[in-house]
């Protein structure tokens, strides 16, 4: 085994010793926090990043936050339906769903993803439960109808979110990791948006975050234009603003309805980060620069603010 020369080694601990010495006031500010994080994309289809995910997750546990997980399965669910021969669409971001499609969205999220977030993380160490939207009347959904009044079928919008049972799991210091099916109040499953379920969640937990894991680095401005720019931060006004001009992807409104509907709810700040990226949840919550994009109440630049205050906040702690 090669033998790494004494001062590369204390280099290498010195690298070490300063990335947990720069997440210190971040664990310090957030501990006791609840954050929501929305579970998607490659992040749940790719074997290293469901482990580094499961992992990641577990760490923010053991050092004092509340993480909640939610989750869709849009991948699983496709792949699923292919193989079944049950056909696809969907309306402004969202997937129409018959009695066929919320059969196999049963199986994919409650008999396929779930379970196997809920063991991932578990296997690193944090003890965590699957919950499904229709347990203990979490999810309560009135039918959705799509942006030109569609039918979607069996697709509900959450109409309310009894956060009694998630509390319980929190309290009882244990992951709650759920799988997006309501139940509206003639006591029909329905399928729900799964962004659309986080932010539904995260305002009604009073969550200190909101975090998305997508495919891409963030929220950008003339996407697909000349000018195209990874937006940074942006504020929740402006956010409603592009909803409102239809600047955005289709597959990003369910998102950002999602973020607007928490923001606006109460929830101080929400994330977009790419899930592509090994400790991305990590690097957002526990570095000074953040990745993503991050939406916030107010239209001013926040960063720099809350890296003073969480420092100030670990000197306060250690005092």
Do not use: C
Not at 55 to 67: I, K, Q
Not at 260 to 274: C, E, F, N, R, S
Not at 280 to 308: K, N, P, Y
Request: aromatic share 4%; hydrophobic share 45%; net charge negative.
């Amino acid at each position: 085994m090669a033998v790494q020369p004494l001062d590369q080694r204390s280099a290498v601990a010195q690298e070490k010793a300063a990335v947990l010495r720069e997440a210190l006031p971040w664990i310090t500010r957030f501990h006791g926090q609840t954050v929501v994080i929305k579970y998607g994309g490659n992040a749940m289809i790719d074997d290293e990043l469901k482990r580094s995910f499961a992992a990641d997750v577990a760490l923010l546990h053991f050092v004092g936050l509340r993480p909640v997980i939610v989750h869709g399965g849009g991948p699983q669910i496709s792949d699923l339906a292919t193989r079944l021969g049950v056909g696809s669409s969907f309306v402004g971001g969202l997937r129409v769903t018959d009695a066929a499609m919320m059969d196999v969205v049963r199986m994919a999220l409650l008999g396929q993803v779930n379970p196997e977030l809920v063991g991932l993380v578990q296997e690193a160490g944090a003890p965590s439960v699957g919950v499904a939207g229709t347990d203990a009347g979490l999810l309560r959904v009135r039918p959705a109808i799509g942006p030109a009044g569609e039918d979607l079928g069996l697709v509900g919008e959450v109409e309310h979110v009894d956060t009694t049972y998630l509390g319980e799991l929190l309290s009882d210091d244990v992951l709650p990791i759920v799988a997006t099916v309501g139940r509206d109040a003639d006591g029909v499953e329905r399928n729900v948006n799964a962004d659309l379920a986080a932010g539904a969640i995260a305002a009604a937990l009073g969550a200190s975050k909101l975090v998305y894991l997508t495919d891409v680095p963030g929220l950008y401005q003339d996407f697909g234009g000349d000018g195209q720019a990874l937006m940074s931060e942006v504020s929740v006004d402006e956010l409603q603003r592009m909803l409102d001009d239809e600047e955005l992807h289709a597959g990003m409104r369910p998102k950002v309805r999602s973020i607007v509907g928490a923001v606006t709810g109460g929830v101080p700040q929400a994330h977009i980060l790419d899930g592509r990226v090994l400790h991305a949840v990590l690097i957002e919550i526990f570095t000074d620069e953040g990745v993503g994009t991050m939406v916030t109440a107010g239209g001013h630049t926040i960063r720099d603010d809350q890296a003073r205050d969480a420092v100030a906040a670990a000197q306060r702690a250690s005092s």
